[in-house]
Each structure stands twice: as C-alpha cells, then as structure tokens.
C-alpha cells in the first residue's frame, strides 16, 4: 500500500486553465503539505494543514487554493495556470506533535507542465 | 530565518569507497534534522531522522549525525554502491514550526 499518494504523476495543460492534484495518506497523519520543486531543485514549502485546519501559508499566489475535506486527503486547485507555475508538486504528510518527534513521509510527485 | 546548505553539490566517487556528506543550518534552534534520498523523477525517501537530543542515527550502511551546536549534520555512507547514486536532501525542521526548511542537495553518482 502506498502511503502518500499523488494523483495524477503527470499533468500537461494550456496556461489559462484550472487544474487539481490530489493527494491521499493511509498513515494515520494529521498533518498534511504541499512543496513545489522549482527547476533548479529546490523544494520549499507552500501550504501546511493539520487537522483540516490552515496551518501554514507561504507567500503562494491567490490561484494557489488547498483544500482539505479530511484528515487523509489533501488537494490542491490552481487556477489561471501560467508558464511559471510549471514544476514538480510534491504532498507530504507526519504526525502533529509539539515535540516534533516525527519525520515527513512524502508522496511521489505530481509533474505539472504548462504550455 | 533558517538556511540549509549542502556541500558539495554534487560528487562523484568510485564503488567502493566510503564517502561523507555535510549539511550546515544557521539557526542551531531545530527539533529534528531528516536525510531524504531523491531518484531521479521520482519522490522523496526517507533516509533517517535525528531529533535535537540525538547524536547520531544508524541504518544499514547509513549514518548520520547532528551537532546542533555548531549547526551541522554529515550523512556517511560505507561501501557505495551504484544504486546509492541520487540526490541526498537534509531538511531540518524548525523551532516551534512544523515545517521544514530544505538544502539543495548533493548529486550522488557512483560510478562502476
């Protein structure tokens, strides 16, 4: 069973349209994430939710909108996608603790082309 | 503002050979320190994780060790192996914050 996992693994669309990826964690997290990886590699954070609650939002343009109908599931909707926004998307999940005692599990990526 | 860095960026080294990785953090104030391994065009693995209290971790030919004090981590990996060729990433996560804040990582190759 995979335990983050990421739908689709490839997207390809026009700038201008709307698209979602989705995400799904069987691990029991409630703390969910979405990171872009830029063409240079470099993976940064955008949105956090635990609990479906917001917990962090990076500085992301408006178009970016997360939604988080349970604990286990985390999407991302863009809209008005640009030729920037093209990168590979990857969702995240870990236990909520004060402690921080536990690691990130990561999903496989979603490869989002716009053209 | 924490800033992750790694050095190099990418390294090449004959099979065999027993190799370091190093990460550097500025702010020594974390609660845990994570190695990932990235193959090409696929996810992240996680390799191990340090919390703040640890010295060091041990999985299989891997391990990695933390000193918070100076802000460094080093990943050292025995007897590579061609299939140990990848990107490494060390992410630390931050003081009173859930997330996590990535270096760029080193580029693996181990050649044959």
């Known amino acids: 069973d995979t335990a983050v996992s990421q739908t689709p693994k490839y997207l390809v669309t026009q700038m201008g349209n709307d698209k979602s990826i989705k995400c799904e964690q069987n691990?029991?997290?409630?703390?969910m994430y979405w990171y872009k990886q830029d063409s240079k590699k470099f993976l940064k954070i955008m949105f956090s939710y635990n609990n479906k609650e917001l917990i962090i939002n990076e500085t992301v343009p408006n178009r970016f909108s997360p939604k988080s109908p349970d604990k286990a599931h985390l999407n991302l909707h863009i809209n008005s996608l640009e030729l920037g926004d093209s990168a590979v998307y990857f969702c995240?999940?870990?236990?909520?603790?004060?402690?921080?005692?536990?690691?990130?599990?990561f999903g496989s990526g979603t490869r989002l082309t716009v053209v | 503002k924490q800033e992750v860095t790694q050095i190099p960026a990418a390294l090449s080294v004959p099979e065999g050979e027993n190799l370091v990785l190093n990460c550097s953090f500025t702010d020594s104030a974390i609660y845990n320190l994570q190695w990932f391994r990235q193959d090409p065009g696929k996810g992240l693995t996680s390799l191990l994780l340090?919390?703040?209290?640890?010295r060091e971790q041990t999985s299989g030919r891997l391990n990695a060790s933390l000193d918070k004090s100076s802000g460094r981590s080093t990943l050292y990996i025995a007897a590579s192996q061609p299939g140990d060729s990848a990107t490494y990433l060390c992410?630390?996560?931050?003081?009173?914050?859930?997330?996590?804040?990535f270096g760029k990582g080193t580029r693996l190759h181990i050649l044959p």
């Open positions: 992410a630390v996560r931050r003081n009173r914050d859930d997330k996590i804040i």
């Open positions: 691990l029991g997290h409630d703390t």
């Open positions: 995240a999940s870990s236990r909520w603790d004060f402690q921080a005692n536990y690691g990130y599990t």
């Open positions: 340090i919390q703040s209290s640890q």
